[in-house]
């Protein structure tokens, strides 16, 4: 079974540009979330989808935005990049919200903005 | 913030069993525990959780005080490869959102 794919896996973009990262959950996974990890601020929650509807956001600048689709399949775009958004972003899912369902993570994908 | 405290790092020669603890003393009934593990550069690895008993998986044991206020993953022969933080958290059943909150972890190091 696969595991949550997140894609691409590394990218370098410039100040000011905007990025789209995305994530296909484990089949049958309808529940996504994202995060953002750096060595200072530790992993950060960014948003959490279910059944294409935002359930709740992390504090985060509104440059941060996301969607799911109607496959589960999700997207999270960062607009207007800042040196400061270099991270690595994971993606995670479940198959429902709720404590009972374990979250698997993906890889990453790393973000490097120069 | 994480309502979870667990060493800042330790170390284990190749073999034995690692024994990972962690303090969650303000759990409520409705809180499942959970670790995960990170390697350098990878996304967290789920490992295994529970609510009140002890669990046992291909990977690891967890053991829970019957307090619930501290729980022990034990990898019962530890490897070069089990080498990374690991990350012990808590789940409300109950929460209206699912998010999780991860703390500093331990670091594992195993030794040759």
């Known amino acids: 079974k696969a595991g949550v794919t997140q894609t691409p896996r590394y990218l370098i973009k410039t100040r000011g540009q905007q990025v789209t990262l995305s994530c296909s959950p484990i089949?049958?996974?309808?529940?996504v979330s994202w995060y953002q990890q750096t060595p200072g601020q530790g992993l950060q929650f960014l948003f959490e989808?279910?059944?294409?509807?935002?359930?709740n956001k992390g504090n985060f600048p509104g440059r941060f935005s996301g969607r799911q689709f109607s496959n589960s399949r999700s997207e999270m775009n960062v607009s207007t990049l800042e040196l400061g958004d270099s991270a690595l972003y994971l993606c995670?899912?479940?198959?429902?919200?709720?404590?009972?369902?374990?979250?698997?993570f993906g890889e990453g994908s790393w973000l490097t903005v120069v | 913030d994480a309502k979870t405290t667990q060493p800042t790092s330790m170390d284990c020669a190749e073999g034995r069993a690692a024994n990972l603890p962690c303090n969650h003393s303000t759990i409520s009934g409705n809180e499942y525990v959970y670790w995960y593990r990170q390697i350098h550069s990878q996304g967290p690895q789920y490992i295994i959780h529970g609510l009140k008993n002890n669990e046992t998986n291909e990977m690891a044991s967890l053991i829970i005080t019957e307090d619930r206020k501290s729980s022990t993953l034990i990898l019962p022969h530890a490897t070069l490869r089990d080498t990374a933080v690991y990350y012990c958290i808590v789940r409300d059943f109950w929460a209206s959102y699912d998010k999780v909150i991860f703390g500093p972890g331990t670091s594992l190091s195993v030794i040759p």
């Open positions: 995670a899912s479940s198959l429902e919200p709720g404590a009972g369902n374990t979250i698997y």
């Open positions: 989808y279910f059944s294409e509807t935002q359930r």
């Open positions: 089949s049958g996974h309808r529940s």
